[in-house]
T-cell receptor
Framework: DAGVTQSPTHLIKTRGQHVTLRCSPISGHKSVSWYQQVLGQGPQFIFQ???????GRGNFPDRFSARQFPNYSSELNVNALLLGDSALYLCASSLVAGASNEQFFGPGTRLTVL | GEDVEQSLFLSVREGDSSVINCTYTDSSSTYLYWYKQEPGAGLQLLTYIFSNMDMKQDQRLTVLLNKKDKHLSLRIADTQTGDSAIYFCAERRASGYSTLTFGKGTMLLVSP
């Protein structure tokens, strides 16, 4: 079975640009969460989606947005990129959004903002 | 504060046991996790423990939980060079949505 997939694997952008990152969850999983991992830090929660609805949002500015599609895949959008947005963006999927469900992580998209 | 704390670095010799420690913050946390991250890769779930348990063993991995002190540890028996990686402790809280709060990670270096 395929695990969580993310695209692209690497991305280089300049300040002020916009970026879209994509995630496909494990087949049968309906919940997707996004995390930002800055170099040398642990992942920080950005969003959680379940059944196409936002179920939670971390402490990130409105420049960050996301959505989930009917096939449960998800996009993370970041507008007006700043140097500080350079990070590894991780997507995690779980069966549902409840507290008892394990999250399985994808390999991440490494975003570099110049 | 709301930080999950971990020591930053651990160095052991191949064949020794490794113990990675973590303190978490929320006494209502339901599950506590250990993830492994190799260079340039995503997070691999190693093991987890439910908050009503004291210990969980899974092959070479032993997780100990002290709820009173909010202390979690991961013991790796017979550590191998392939165990060299960053290990993250994470807590899942009972309230609200089921997101994970991670520590900053412990870099484990295993030397031959």
């Amino acid at each position: 079975d395929a695990g969580v997939t993310q695209s692209p694997t690497h991305l280089i952008k300049t300040r002020g640009q916009h970026v879209t990152l994509r995630c496909s969850p494990i087949s049968g999983h309906k919940s997707v969460s996004w995390y930002q991992q800055v170099l040398g830090q642990g992942p920080q929660f950005i969003f959680q989606y379940y059944e196409k609805e936002e179920r939670g949002r971390g402490n990130f500015p409105d420049r960050f947005s996301a959505r989930q599609f009917p096939n449960y895949s998800s996009e993370l959008n970041v507008n007006a990129l700043l140097l500080g947005d350079s990070a590894l963006y991780l997507c995690a999927s779980s069966l549902v959004a409840g507290a008892s469900n394990e999250q399985f992580f994808g390999p991440g998209t490494r975003l570099t903002v110049l | 504060g709301e930080d999950v704390e971990q020591s930053l670095f651990l160095s052991v010799r191949e064949g020794d046991s490794s113990v990675i420690n973590c303190t978490y913050t929320d006494s209502s946390s339901t599950y506590l996790y250990w993830y492994k991250q190799e260079p340039g890769a995503g997070l691999q779930l190693l093991t987890y423990i439910f908050s009503n348990m004291d210990m969980k063993q899974d092959q070479r991995l032993t997780v100990l939980l002290n709820k009173k002190d909010k202390h979690l540890s991961l013991r790796i028996a017979d550590t191998q060079t392939g165990d060299s990686a960053i290990y993250f402790c994470a807590e899942r809280r009972a309230s609200g949505y089921s997101t994970l709060t991670f520590g900053k990670g412990t870099m484990l270096l295993v030397s031959p």
